[in-house]
């Protein structure tokens, strides 16, 4: 079955720093884009963040750039997000997502079930 | 960067209904839309891509149309299991963006 699996949300203060993961299995993980997409609770949904299949491309929107860094292990079939310097705007369900069709620029077909991220003292 | 907007927030339906959610985004983005489902506590669904196709396994109730700046997702009669929260997105872009969703409510 093809799964993306998050891991490592918590509670964390405000400038303080955490790495999300998401494991994939079920496909050949290398080959694809992937990104990060937060959910503020009530809200809709925010992309942040992708990466290309060899890690050597990725994007993020503004309100991250500088702050956080995506990054994968092929070998460990893992997505990662690290954290820093974190707001309360940050605090969010985050989601990693497959793009469709090996990508660049196509929807997202496969979704993790979400891990949760609150910035609060 | 592009910006989506859908069309109601909120959508009162009854089960048979055929409702109708419309995306529209700031510039021409061709057919480059998706629509995805979520119910609460729960990750989006993917539902149609480039606009009108349907994705492996999503009922034919669902569909979707439009092309350029204006979109829609129509449910032909709505089930049970159809009331839940739509959003659209524009992909193929460095900066993917969501429209802001439209909760599909029981009347």
């Known amino acids: 079955e093809v799964q993306l699996e998050e891991s490592g949300g918590g509670v964390v203060q405000p400038g303080g720093s955490l790495r999300l993961s998401c494991a994939a299995s079920?496909?050949?993980?290398?080959?694809?884009?992937i990104h990060w997409v937060r959910q503020a609770p009530g809200k809709g949904l925010a992309w942040v963040s992708r990466i290309n299949g060899d890690g050597s491309s990725t994007n993020y929107v503004d309100s991250v750039k500088g702050r956080f860094t995506i990054s994968r292990d092929n070998a460990k079939e893992t997505l990662y997000l690290h954290m820093s310097s974190l707001r309360a705007e940050d605090t969010a369900v985050y989601y990693c997502a497959r793009e469709r069709d090996y990508g660049p620029g196509e929807a997202f077909d496969i979704w993790g079930q979400g891990t949760m991220v609150t910035v609060s003292s | 960067d592009i910006q989506m907007t859908q069309s109601p927030s909120t959508l009162s339906a009854s089960v048979g209904d055929r409702v109708t959610i419309t995306c529209r985004a700031s510039?021409?983005?061709?057919?480059?839309l998706a629509w995805y489902q979520q119910k609460p506590g729960k990750a989006p669904k993917f539902l149609i891509y480039?606009?009108?196709y349907l994705e492996s396994g999503v009922p034919s109730r669902f569909s979707g149309s439009g092309f350029g700046t204006d979109f829609t997702l129509t449910i032909s009669s709505l089930q049970p299991d159809d009331f839940a929260t739509y959003y659209c997105q524009h992909y193929n872009s460095y900066s993917p963006a969501f429209g802001q969703g439209t909760k599909l409510e029981i009347k």
């Open positions: 480039k606009a009108s």
């Open positions: 079920g496909f050949t993980f290398r080959s694809y884009w």
């Open positions: 510039q021409s983005i061709s057919r480059w």
